[in-house]
């Protein structure tokens, strides 16, 4: 319990001093988060592939067939539950978000010298949103999720963050080395879930004024929260087996119905096109896209977006890792690997594909100004994409359904996630503390968005994995020793 109450009251400390001096917070956390993009993107950009070339060289190396459990241990959940959830999980929420409006940003604010609004922006603009949403983010998860699912299953050693470094540090992971750990882990969970939270919400709500006319404020917005911490404090009571995983099912149900829609109503042709120029040059590109930086010309693109999402995806490393390693026992590595890394990362490329592909055909051979709406209100990117096709309102509603039932997934397991790190790795925590972290991660989402200080709070959480940068270094390493004595 000692994790739980340090946690809460740092959490709850932060979050005054963000109440009552929003402007503060906001000039300390934008300095170091630009020193951290600046001066350290290298050593985002070396890592993150360092972990990426890793879990494939665990996936097909000669680990690949340790199982995470008992020998004769097998998977708890089907393939498609289990890709359900650890995708809900993982990034639903983002896609839906980003799907139109990444592509289309890139397209007019091209990186390297590329002229906006060109066809080289155009083809650059996909490879680069794959490159964000593809293989390297999802090696972060798995990493962080082989290690947990491992010393927990195989082990049986608590499901705490500081249980992955055991093979290095031994029983100071029991001490407090390994308390500030998991205090860590968890305290950049709440952050970037409470962030998320309040970022869902405006898009929620961009998408219900473009529907029926809601006005957007912040009124709106935060009777958005509280309607969506009942549903997804429902979905995290009800446990694993009922609430989480039958909404993840739902959840990417709807997903492929509007990705299909999209797909055949939409300029078919060209997103098949697309989709494989923008593959293969994804392919052919991805180490030098994976360690570009601009040290001559000092292009601030690169730490705006790339190194920016690598700090955003070590952010949520912990939450999605635990959690994603929670639903795995009884998998193979390699089935492990290949689950959350390769299938998760072709169906983000698919997905940027069909919505930004479609945004991208109605902008440049149309004649609708997409880059301009997006621009200027980046939460009505998709409904206003979505809004040229047949059934439009119909299909923005749904859409409205998607982000909901995502937004609802995430934060259903991030408050299971928070639960099990609260009780010393309890892979079942009681609905008591999850009621709590839930009330708490709505409030910090409502104190927020009322201070303005949601830039605040995704600038801390980029901050805050810094660390975590270097306890995921110290997992590989973990990961490798302990697998070679097996």
Not at 115 to 144: C, D, K, N
Not at 190 to 205: D, F, H, P, R
Not at 459 to 472: Q, R
Request: glycine share 8%.
């Amino acid at each position: 319990m000692m994790v739980f109450y340090i946690s809460i009251s740092l959490i709850l400390l932060f979050l005054i001093f963000g109440f009552l001096f929003p402007e503060q917070l906001l000039g300390i956390t934008s300095q170091m988060f630009a020193f951290i993009t600046n001066d350290l993107g290298w050593f985002y950009l070396v890592t993150v592939l360092g972990v990426l070339i890793f879990s494939l060289y665990l996936a097909f190396g000669r680990f690949g067939k340790i199982r995470l459990g008992n020998d004769d241990d097998r998977p708890e959940y089907s393939n498609f539950s289990w890709f359900a959830m650890l995708f809900s999980a993982g990034m639903g929420i983002g896609l839906v978000f980003w799907g139109v409006a990444e592509p289309v940003f890139h397209y007019a604010q091209p990186p390297m010298g590329i002229e906006p609004l060109s066809t080289q922006s155009a083809m650059m603009s996909f490879r680069y949103a794959f490159l964000h949403w593809g293989f390297h983010p999802w090696a972060i998860y798995a990493i962080v999720g082989l290690a947990l699912a491992y010393v927990t299953f195989r082990k049986k050693m608590p499901c705490l963050i500081s249980s992955t470094l055991y093979p290095l540090l031994g029983e100071k992971t029991r001490g407090p080395i390994g308390h500030v750990i998991d205090i860590l882990a968890l305290i950049l969970t709440v952050i970037g879930v409470a962030t998320s939270l309040g970022m869902g919400a405006l898009q929620v709500n961009g998408g219900l004024n473009t529907l029926f006319n809601i006005p957007n404020n912040i009124s709106t917005q935060v009777i958005i929260i509280v309607v969506i911490t009942v549903l997804f404090l429902i979905s995290a009571t009800t446990g694993l087996d009922k609430g989480i995983k039958i909404l993840s099912n739902t959840n990417i149900f709807i997903a492929v119905l509007l990705l299909l829609f999209v797909f055949l109503f939409g300029p078919t042709v060209f997103i098949i096109d697309t989709f494989f120029v923008s593959l293969s040059g994804y392919i052919q590109n991805i180490l030098p896209m994976s360690l570009a930086l601009s040290p001559f010309d000092k292009d601030p693109w690169i730490g705006t977006w790339t190194i920016f999402y690598w700090a955003w995806w070590l952010s949520w490393g912990p939450f999605v890792g635990t959690f994603i390693a929670r639903i795995s026992k009884g998998r193979t590595v390699k089935e492990f690997i290949l689950g959350v890394v390769i299938l998760p990362a072709i169906f983000c490329c698919i997905w940027f594909t069909i919505f930004g592909g479609t945004a991208l055909y109605f902008e440049i051979f149309e004649g609708v100004d997409i880059v301009a709406q997006v621009t200027n209100d980046v939460t009505v990117g998709l409904f206003t994409t979505l809004s040229y096709l047949p059934l439009g309102k119909i299909i923005s509603f749904i859409a409205t359904v998607l982000i909901i039932t995502f937004f609802v997934t995430s934060a259903d397991s991030a408050t299971f996630v928070i639960g099990m790190f609260s009780r010393n790795g309890d892979l079942n925590p009681d609905n008591k503390i999850k009621i709590i972290w839930g009330v708490v991660l709505s409030l910090m989402a409502i104190v927020l968005l009322f201070s303005g200080g949601l830039v605040a709070m995704r600038n801390t959480s980029i901050i805050m994995a810094l660390p975590f940068l270097g306890i995921i270094i110290l997992m590989c390493a973990a990961i490798f020793k302990a697998f070679r004595n097996e």
